[in-house]
């Protein structure tokens, strides 16, 4: 069993936790500053008093530690007031108008390029504002149209006149919110223009730092496999793999990856950042055998381990292991044995004071809660067996590795994704070697390209390891055996589910029977509150009006079961705009409808359309408008329906049929305009 007292930095990191969570839900605690200034004061008493005080009372060692987990609380607070760049009085966002204005800019990362636009991460330099040049700091991403021969490239500097645009929110029900994933890195705008509005200045910024630095090296090594003889699919995976530059990867070989359960793999991970290190592990002990230039090593792969957090962008995933690695080879090289749950919760600890917004990446948690099921859950199941033949126990191990990082982060991918993949430790135990082999053959290649020989046997070998990968990635691509979608996990499932995993791992160690009665409760709760929001569920009809753009998509929900017209969109746009609304319904019931008019209890749905024409013989509850269909109103309704114009009517039709329907005083909701509609009926 984890002896916790040997752990400190848990002790820590809980109350720190605590105060990052308060923050995100109720804000900056009031009077911030100066509460932690008073707080530091207290405890400085309150040391002191500790210290010196020969007779020790429990009271003092109470108020102790109680003023230490305040210290803890603030600081939480504290780190995420300096981590929002608002804070700063030079940051963009207090010189911006509503108006285009005039601006200097530096790309500080690779552009993605698309058919219709190229994507600009930019750094402000300055801003004009009431005809005022202001020096100013802060990062946006810019939307360049992609309709002239204007080459942006990494370091240019850039001159724009065009307007801020602040990020919508989400349109649909339960829909990522793309404008806080942007807030929490410190992107509050977006830029469109024309490549009209831009020149480019200069093309080489003059500023030196590591991260840009970082950022250069990154650029040429994706130039120099964008520029080889690999096939475009091996080309965006070993740019993933090796640099994290994961924006050239299709859509579709992200959802095969996700779905064979090994989506980690094309994001760079601790994985990754171990196959570096064990590279150079392996160089340093070809060079020095007996171990006699310890300092030397630490030096040569701190530096090389921290360039590669450079290059990847300070990926979450990449500072975590780099730490704990750091750590690690630390205490190997001064002959200091450290705890590793410790090493783990001091890393995640440094990480939350440097971003405390970490608490809610879902790689950040799912990086952390994996390594932390390996260390803890790998041992227990490693007894279960032993094979006597090295591959069947290389085999295992992989199996058993696999096991116990799925089955702690569990609670989050189901949360977070609301799917499972089925063959999880099969496709991990096949692809994860190939990946491994893909990512030597490319940096070999990256070293050795100028070589022609070498050049075409690497290629060869990256492109046909890709194309096996990707063969064995698909397999499992499919929603019949190879993976389980539309698991309905709410937050207090995730909750109940942790918290239930947590006491399974208790009850092994102890194998007491008061933690077997407490699963018991916990799980027999767990179940009345699932048959409780069913029940609630079945209670439920809804009608949902959704926001896809130029589309008109409708569903009725009648308890767990949902009539809709989703053939009208593609995949993508199920996916992203509809998928999310489903994934909240237990049992659901997928059910096509092509019907127009609906009868529904009390209520009465009418979609009106050019194959569906208005007739004032039908009376409806709420009138569903597409199309631009024409429509006219009568005044003598008995009771006035609600009339919503989807997203498939033009701008100008809906602008009209919004004062036809003022003109009458009939409800009006335009979907273009406003977002989604949900009723209940």
Same mark, same amino acid.
């Given at each position: ?6 752990? !400190? ?51 003092? =060692? ?53 058919? =219709? ?12 504002? %009431? ?31 065009? =307007? ?8 649909? &029900?339960?829909?990522? %919110? ?18 009209? %509005?831009?020149?480019? #200045? ?28 690999? $096939? ?78 450079? +290059?990847?962008?300070?990926? &979450? ?56 099921? +390996? ?25 058993? #590795? ?10 989050? $991918? ?16 096949? #692809?994860? !070697?190939? $990946?491994?082999?893909?990512? +030597? ?138 998928? &999310? ?62 009339? +919503?114009? %989807? ?22 909701? $335009? ?11």
């Amino acid at each position: 069993m984890i002896n916790f007292k040997a752990i !400190p930095f848990l002790k820590i990191i809980v109350p720190y936790i605590i105060g990052i969570i308060f923050f995100l839900k109720f804000g900056l605690f009031p009077h911030l500053h100066q509460a932690f200034f008073l707080t530091i004061i207290l405890w400085i008493i309150s040391f002191m008093i500790q210290y010196f005080v020969k007779q020790k009372r429990e009271l003092n =060692k109470i108020t102790y530690i109680v003023i230490t987990n305040a210290i803890l609380f603030f600081l939480a607070h504290e780190a995420c007031f300096l981590y929002n760049a608002k804070n700063d009085s030079n940051h963009y966002t207090h010189y911006v108008s509503s108006q285009p204005q005039s601006f200097f800019t530096t790309i500080n990362d690779i552009p993605v390029i698309s058919e =219709k636009f190229i994507k600009l991460s930019v750094s402000i330099n300055s801003v004009e504002f %009431d005809s005022k040049w202001h020096f100013t700091n802060g990062n946006t991403i810019i939307y360049l149209k992609n309709d002239s021969a204007l080459k942006p490239a990494l370091g240019n500097m850039l001159f724009l006149k065009a =307007k801020f645009s602040y990020v919508t929110t989400p349109k649909n &029900p339960n829909e990522f %919110d793309y404008k806080s994933f942007l807030e929490k890195k410190n992107i509050f705008h977006t830029v469109y223009a024309n490549s009209c %509005d831009v020149r480019i #200045i200069s093309n080489t910024s003059k500023d030196f730092s590591f991260t840009h630095l970082g950022t250069k090296i990154k650029s040429h090594l994706v130039s120099v496999l964008r520029k080889s003889e690999l $096939s475009q699919e091996a080309f965006s995976i070993c740019s993933a793999l090796l640099v994290g530059y994961d924006d050239e990867i299709e859509s579709g070989v992200m959802q095969s990856f996700s779905h064979s359960g090994t989506l980690h793999i094309l994001s760079v991970s601790g994985m990754h950042t171990g196959v570096l290190y064990a590279i150079l592990i392996f160089i340093f002990s070809k060079f020095d055998k007996y171990d006699r230039f310890k300092k030397t090593k630490l030096g040569v792969v701190l530096s090389f381990l921290i360039l590669f957090v450079f +290059i990847t962008g300070f990926s &979450p995933s990449i500072l975590r292991a780099v730490l704990m690695l750091v750590l690690v080879l630390f205490g190997k090289t001064f002959y200091k044995q450290g705890n590793s749950f410790n090493t783990l919760f001091l890393s995640a600890f440094l990480l939350l004071l440097y971003n405390p917004y970490l608490i809610i990446d879902v790689g950040f948690l799912l990086s952390y809660f994996a390594v932390f099921g +390996i260390m803890y859950f790998y041992p227990l199941l490693n007894k279960l067996y032993v094979f006597d033949n090295n591959i069947l126990q290389w085999l295992w191990t992989s199996v058993l #590795i696999s096991v116990a990082a799925t089955l702690f982060t569990l609670p989050i $991918s189901l949360y977070f994704f609301h799917q499972f993949p089925i063959w999880f430790a099969l496709s991990n135990l096949i #692809i994860i !070697p190939i $990946s491994i082999l893909v990512m +030597i053959a490319a940096i070999c290649f990256i070293a050795l390209y100028k070589i022609i020989f070498l050049n075409h046997v690497l290629v060869y070998i990256i492109n046909g390891s890709t194309s096996v990968m990707l063969w064995f990635a698909k397999l499992t691509d499919n929603s019949t055996y190879g993976f389980i979608d539309f698991i309905p996990f709410s937050f207090t499932d995730l909750v109940f589910m942790t918290i239930s995993i947590g006491l399974f791992f208790i009850i092994i160690q102890t194998k007491q029977y008061k933690q077997v009665i407490v699963l018991c409760s916990t799980l027999i709760v767990w179940l009345v509150c699932s048959f409780y929001n069913n029940f609630k569920q079945t209670q439920q009809n809804e009608l949902v009006v959704f926001h896809v753009k130029h589309k008109s998509v409708f569903a009725l929900r009648l308890g767990q079961s949902v009539y809709g017209n989703f053939n009208t969109i593609n995949q993508n746009e199920f996916q992203r705009n509809v998928k &999310p609304y489903l994934l909240s319904i237990s049992n659901l019931k997928l059910i096509q409808t092509k019907s127009n008019f609906i009868n529904c209890e009390a209520s009465t749905i009418l979609n009106v359309n050019q194959n569906y024409p208005y007739s004032s013989a039908l009376t409806a509850n709420y009138i569903i408008v597409s199309n631009d269909a024409p429509f006219e109103l009568i005044s003598n309704f008995k009771t006035k329906p609600l009339v +919503i114009a %989807d997203c498939s009517n033009s701008y100008k039709f809906v602008k009209e049929l919004k004062k036809l329907c003022a003109s009458l005083e009939v409800p009006f909701y $335009s979907i273009k305009e406003t977002g989604a509609v949900q009723i209940n009926l």
